[in-house]
């Protein structure tokens, strides 16, 4: 029993260490062979600034009925689009400006707006031509030509565009993976034009224009077009990303400084250390001994949840911070459970050490039901929001989980090694 207890408290001072490095604000970086990963803590666009941008939606082709559905697919795509682009938690949402519909895009501490500019624009519809009528192989690709007619092959029936290297020459290409039904519409459209080009159009542009020398069965097929490494990773993630339902413009684009500045941070900072303190006080006045262990594994629960927070990464907004705070509160409501219900045990008479385990064992059922049901509307608010919402709930999910573990087995490994030893003082908790 004490050898068990005692590996458990030196896996606990391990992982505390472990976390210390990581939050401590020189750490280490991650770096394993040629892996390599910077660990830092993400600040969202309230804390450190980025990019405005409004897109106004052309839906003067679109019935009335799919107006909605247009504005939300425009909204999904751009969201992936940026988060291909390494941009954590980016802001999109829909708007009305006077009578048009708008979506509005604010990309945290992003360093290529253009880039970003690019991306979110291109409609990028991908489609598969065939020759209407025998003309050389030798055109033009920069222009539609009139003898080019679309075939039913079309980028809804794409699964997966990936950027790869000709062997030969070592020039970027992408290639492109089709679905069931596209895997047979391109080999009818291979065995129709044999010896004869095949164009892929992206946006109404003539990509490349290869000439069919064999029916293509395996549903796979390869743009080339003497891209640069940049511009095949770029068409790759339009082409993952999806097609725009409705062309968009932009009509706004401003940068976005800091709404809450360094000193206003440094605020936020010590009223929240003040919180802890309070709480801590707190602990020890109403628990004694008990509640100084518990203050211990909250500051233990501190460090691990800011360093999950810089290894996953997760952005941190002024929503995600309330998210943090809030899962302290929780924290200490599971400790509060648990010696109250040893409060219970000892007035019964029951030693201590029955005490801390039967307090533990009953107040488990509460804790994990209360807990389960605040992950629920996490998972929730993550899965129908977008933006600094769903920050909130990554923080709080995060930090109710790590709570669950610090409350349960940290608390409790402490409280019975201090049985194990000379700490009677424990009944002072009563």
Known sequence: MRRNLFIGFVLIIILTVLSGLIVWPTGPNLKIGRYFKEIKMHEGLDLQGGSHLVYELDLSKIDK??????????????????????????????????????????????SSIDEAISLIGKTAQLEFWEQEINISPELNTTNVPLAWKPTQL??????????????????????????????????????????????????????????????????????????????AKKLAIELNAGALPVPVKLVEQRNVGATLGIESVKQSLLAGLIGIILIAIFMILNYKFPGFLAVIALGIYILLVLSLFKLIPVVLT?????????????????????????????????TIG?????????????????????????LILYYTTTGIVRGFAVTLAIGILVSMFTAITITRTLLRLAVTTRLERIREIT
Not at 73 to 102: F, M, T, W
Not at 166 to 180: A, H, I
Request: proline share 3%; charged share 25%.
């Open 65 to 110: 009925n799919d107006v909605d559905n247009s504005v939300s697919g425009v909204i999904n795509v751009i969201d992936r689009r940026i988060n291909a682009l390494g941009v954590s938690e980016p802001v999109i949402q829909s708007a009305k400006i006077g009578d048009k519909s708008s979506v509005i895009v604010e990309l945290p501490g992003i």
């Open 154 to 231: 079309n980028g809804s029936h794409l699964k997966r565009a990936d950027v790869q290297f000709d062997q030969q020459s070592g020039e970027p290409q992408v290639s492109l993976e089709f679905n069931n039904e596209g895997k047979d519409l391109f080999s009818e459209i291979t065995k129709k034009n044999l010896q004869k080009p095949v164009a892929i159009v992206l946006d109404n542009e003539i990509i490349s224009a290869p000439t069919v020398q064999s029916v293509i069965e395996d549903g796979n097929a390869i743009i080339s077009g003497k891209f640069t490494i940049q511009e």
């Open 318 to 350: 002024l929503a995600g911070i309330a998210g943090f705070i809030l899962s302290i509160g929780m924290a200490v409501d599971a400790n509060v459970l648990v010696f109250e219900r040893m409060k219970e045990e000892l007035r019964e008479g029951k």
């Open 354 to 378: 029955a005490a801390v385990n039967e307090g533990f064992k009953r107040a488990w059922l509460s804790i994990r039901d209360s807990n389960v049901s605040s992950l629920i509307t996490c």
